[in-house]
């Protein structure tokens, strides 16, 4: 991440998942190309985070994609 993600608060979901793929593309920019990450890669490292955006990801066995993003009452 690139900046502090505790100050920026996303309205939507959606409005969330645009700062992500722009943090993940700054991150893959930078990085050496052996060390780039998926998306799905990514939002893995963000579980435990704590608060990214105003929304937390947390593991879900249940989704296809593993994953689960949620609201963070603010």
């Known amino acids: 991440?690139?900046?502090n993600t505790q100050e920026i608060v996303?309205?939507?979901?959606?409005?969330?998942w645009e700062l992500i793929r722009k943090d993940?593309?700054?991150w893959n920019r930078k990085a050496h190309p052996e060390d780039r990450l998926t998306?799905?890669?990514y939002l893995g490292e963000l579980v435990g985070a704590g608060p990214v955006y105003?929304?937390?990801?947390t593991v879900a066995d249940y989704t296809?994609?593993?994953?689960?993003?949620?609201?963070?009452?603010t």
Do not use: C
């Open 64 to 73: 296809r994609s593993g994953y689960r993003v949620t609201r963070v009452n």
């Open 39 to 41: 998306l799905l890669d």
């Open 24 to 26: 993940l593309g700054e």
């Open 54 to 57: 105003g929304f937390v990801v």
């Open 10 to 16: 996303a309205k939507h979901e959606s409005d969330w």
């Open 1 to 3: 991440m690139t900046k």
